[in-house]
């Protein structure tokens, strides 16, 4: 998911700011790029976008309460997973039959609950596919060089982009194929920093998702290709794989 997008629906203060630094804390620790909007009504949120991927929203509000937004949501996204937070119980079962709500917290919510189903959401949302827009780009189909103004090319397909001085281009490296185009490696490693690239040695961005194995200052990936991890670099990097992995573990749990 390219950045996750949250909405409070909160008119208490106190539990607002209580749950947004609890989300932060959650969220940091996954590495995941998020973005939350807080709203104190739920005629504001229903005034809004409502692309959001989940809501955290209180039930008795002045105006519309939480059931009625909710249920208004869920007629017209229901890609949206609501996670209710209230001390009035008897909602609960209107939440999830009428509203089909993800979850139901009570208040004061603790951050082990919400934590629970945090992680119970990320089993459940599937990745988005990150397609990266490459432009000027060329590359070999059936023996016969291609060239394109425009190409779009999912990240997760990725293996490693490699500068090509001489060309004053980049290289990109895919499960199944190559690509050239004008780019530099330190505008691609600003662009994609959120997305699990890293730099292994000088002019070389690798896709952690798509190593295989490290082997003696070699990076092996999952399509038998592999480059080199320089030894000043080999420390951090290794770290930023094993934070990598341990991210997505957490998750799959």
Partial sequence: MELLQIA????????????????????????????????TSGEDLLDSDMNFHLIFMDIAMNGKNGIETGRQIYNKNRASKIIYQTNFKNFCEEA????????????????????????EFLRQTPPEKHLLEFHKISYMENGVLQQKTTLRIPAESICYFEALK???KI????????????DTIKNLE??????????????ILVNLQN????????????????????QKRAVK???KLNAYIHTRRIIDE
């Fill in 8 to 39: 409070i629906c909160e008119d208490d203060y106190e539990d607002n700011e209580m749950l947004i630094k609890n989300l932060e804390n959650i969220l940091d620790s996954y590495k995941i790029v998020y973005k939350i909007t807080c709203f």
């Fill in 96 to 119: 999830v039959n009428t509203v089909h709500a993800f979850a139901f917290l009570t208040k004061p919510l603790t951050k082990e609950a919400l934590h629970k189903q945090i992680r």
């Fill in 166 to 168: 001489c060309k004053k």
């Fill in 171 to 182: 290289k990109i490296v895919t499960s199944d194929n190559t690509y050239e185009y004008p």
């Fill in 190 to 203: 600003n662009r994609l920093n959120s997305l699990g690239f890293e730099i292994s040695c000088r002019g």
């Fill in 211 to 230: 190593i295989a194995r490290i082997k003696n200052y070699k990076i092996f990936f999952k399509n038998d290709e592999c480059v080199n991890l320089s």
């Fill in 237 to 239: 990097f290794k770290n």
